[in-house]
């Protein structure tokens, strides 16, 4: 076993400690799902209320992964090695680019290892870093000529998935003191965006109640969201260097995000030591320019959902 403490009393005044747990020869499977609406306005200031059909633009895109978690080697006094497979990888977009396949898709199949503390944190993480940046090559078309041209990707939202699964009990401050119901964390999260960049939002979670199961006891964890105003630099990043962005939003720049807000909720299996489900829910709100001078500024809202459960084996 990764982790060998145990939760301390069960009143709601009581500490209880989260903390991860994986079991040898026992593999966990979760199935990830990743969608959002996108609804884009040309006319944002328009002096009517009712707006023309022609100057709102909507279209959404969702990414659906299986990934299989198995302890490599585990010691409990230290950090376990865990062994994770992309069984599966699928995106789908009601705009689609072409004829080419997201290449998020390109993480189906891939197997890196990582290192784990008993609190969540990852350790090492050199594996699934390198795999990021080898899928992010491929968001680029190969025709020559043409420089640099990328293709829409949801590989933003892979990183979601995998960088932060146990975030909610790696970021508790004094973990081993355990929490009680009502304390209250923060943390940072990834935002993943249909266009090129690197947003971040605040998170506050809080232990909310303790849930007594026959599975055992489910701490509720809910969380609140809202922008953050900076993005820690050892978070992965995809790709690099300049180039053209094909679709939409290679038409514009200069984007401003102007606010998130949002709200989720976590059962994490105590007695277990795993994550059982999420479910996280915002809205953004994004100003964006053309290019040469052009004085329209559209306003662009995505509205994103991601939801994580684990899989009976």
């Known amino acids: 076993m990764l982790s060998f403490f145990a939760g301390c009393g069960g009143g709601t005044g009581s500490r209880k400690l989260l903390t991860v747990d994986f079991q ?84 189906g199949g891939k197997t890196f290892t990582f290192t784990v503390t008993a609190s969540g944190r990852i350790e090492d993480y050199s594996q699934l870093d390198k795999l990021i940046r080898e899928v992010g090559q491929e968001v680029f078309r190969s025709k020559s000529g043409e420089g640099r041209i990328k293709d829409p990707d949801m590989i933003g939202d892979f990183i979601a998935a995998q960088w932060f699964l146990w975030d909610s009990v790696s970021s508790i401050k004094k973990a081993s003191e355990g929490v009680s119901v009502g304390k209250t964390w923060k943390s940072k999260l990834s935002v993943p965006t249909p266009m090129v ?7 506050a979670y809080r232990l909310d109640e303790i849930r007594q199961t026959e599975e055992g006891q489910l701490a509720v964890i809910r969380s609140s969201y809202m922008l953050a105003d900076s993005v820690p630099s050892s978070w992965p990043v995809p790709y690099y260097g300049r180039f053209q962005v094909a679709g939409q939003f290679g038409l514009l720049t200069d984007y401003k995000f102007l606010g998130l807000q949002g709200q989720g909720e976590e059962l994490f299996n105590i007695d277990a030591g795993r994550i059982e489900q999420y479910k996280q829910q915002y809205q953004m709100e994004v100003d964006a320019s053309f290019p040469m001078g052009v004085s329209t500024k559209p306003r662009i809202t995505i509205r994103q959902n991601l939801e994580m459960r684990l899989l009976e084996n």
Do not use: H
């Open 24 to 107: 040898e020869a026992q593999t966990l499977r979760y199935k990830f799902i990743s969608s959002r609406d996108i609804v884009l306005d040309w006319d944002p200031t328009r002096v009517t209320s009712k707006p023309d059909k022609d100057t709102i633009k909507k279209s959404s895109e969702s990414m659906e992964m299986v990934v299989a978690y198995t302890p490599v080697e585990i010691d409990p006094y230290g950090l376990t090695t865990i062994k994770a497979t992309c069984e599966v990888v699928k995106a789908n977009r009601s705009s689609p680019s072409g004829k080419r396949k997201d290449a998020v898709e390109s993480f």
């Open 197 to 203: 960049s690197r947003i971040a939002r605040e998170v």
